[in-house]
């Protein structure tokens, strides 16, 4: 796929139907947070439940640092802490949740200033020490496309994760505004 080649990009979000979307652990309390995923981790019938205990720790650790880089290449994030879509649709995440649902919002309804991007998710790409370039780098907007120039989308080279741990671009929304409708929708 040519990232440079002038499309359709959209954003993608999944998420448990009954929860809504863009419930994120990061904005709760620490103590909160942590309860919710020892919840989870009880319940066992979800992606989430697999989880290492050290997650919400590390999680933390890496959104600041995902922010951090973000800011450096002149980003604005508005939270401390990100919502999390994918570039391009992920079909099968869906199957994360017990009865997960998506959203889908075109790229360029959001300010350049306020998404990153990971190529991969947020924890392998920070954490995995393979070599590869893409590694403990948060992107912008232009700079994403070259790197699928380059590289490919994930989710297309690598759907089931049998080849790498990188299995889709991941999108960093650093600010509520263009999420608002979503919000709101909460149950």
Same mark, same amino acid.
């Given at each position: 796929?040519?990232?440079?080649?002038?499309?359709?990009?959209?954003?993608?979000? &999944?998420?448990?139907?009954?929860?809504?979307?863009?419930?994120?652990?990061?904005?709760?309390?620490?103590?909160?947070?942590?309860?919710?995923?020892?919840?989870?981790?009880?319940? !066992?019938? *979800?992606?989430?439940?697999?989880?290492?205990?050290? &997650?919400?720790? @590390?999680?933390?650790?890496?959104?600041?640092?995902?922010?951090?880089?973000? @800011?450096?290449?002149?980003?604005?994030?508005?939270?401390?802490?990100?919502? &999390?879509?994918?570039?391009?649709?992920?079909? +099968? @995440?869906?199957? +994360?949740?017990?009865? %997960?649902?998506? =959203?889908? =919002?075109? @790229? $360029?309804?959001?300010? #350049?200033? *306020? /998404?990153?991007?990971?190529? !991969?998710?947020?924890?392998? #790409?920070?954490?995995? %020490?393979? %070599?590869?370039?893409?590694?403990?780098? *948060?992107?912008?907007?232009?700079?994403?496309?070259?790197? /699928?120039?380059?590289? !490919? =989308?994930?989710?297309?080279?690598?759907?089931?994760?049998?080849?790498?741990?990188?299995? &889709?671009?991941?999108?960093? /929304?650093?600010? $509520?505004?263009? =999420?608002?409708?979503?919000?709101?929708?909460?149950?």
């Amino acid at each position: 796929m040519d990232g440079g080649t002038p499309r359709t990009w959209t954003l993608h979000h &999944y998420y448990e139907h009954e929860c809504g979307p863009f419930r994120n652990l990061s904005d709760l309390p620490v103590e909160e947070a942590e309860a919710v995923q020892r919840r989870l981790k009880e319940r !066992g019938d *979800v992606f989430a439940s697999r989880r290492t205990d050290d &997650y919400l720790t @590390i999680r933390r650790q890496l959104e600041s640092r995902a922010r951090e880089l973000f @800011i450096r290449k002149g980003g604005e994030p508005v939270r401390a802490r990100p919502h &999390y879509m994918t570039l391009g649709a992920c079909e +099968w @995440i869906v199957e +994360w949740y017990r009865d %997960g649902r998506e =959203l889908t =919002l075109g @790229i $360029d309804e959001l300010d #350049t200033q *306020v /998404i990153s991007f990971t190529y !991969g998710d947020l924890f392998p #790409t920070m954490r995995y %020490g393979d %070599g590869k370039p893409y590694r403990g780098q *948060v992107y912008t907007k232009d700079e994403i496309f070259r790197l /699928i120039d380059d590289h !490919g =989308l994930p989710q297309a080279w690598n759907p089931d994760g049998s080849r790498a741990p990188e299995r &889709y671009i991941e999108a960093q /929304i650093w600010d $509520d505004a263009p =999420l608002a409708r979503f919000l709101h929708t909460r149950p």
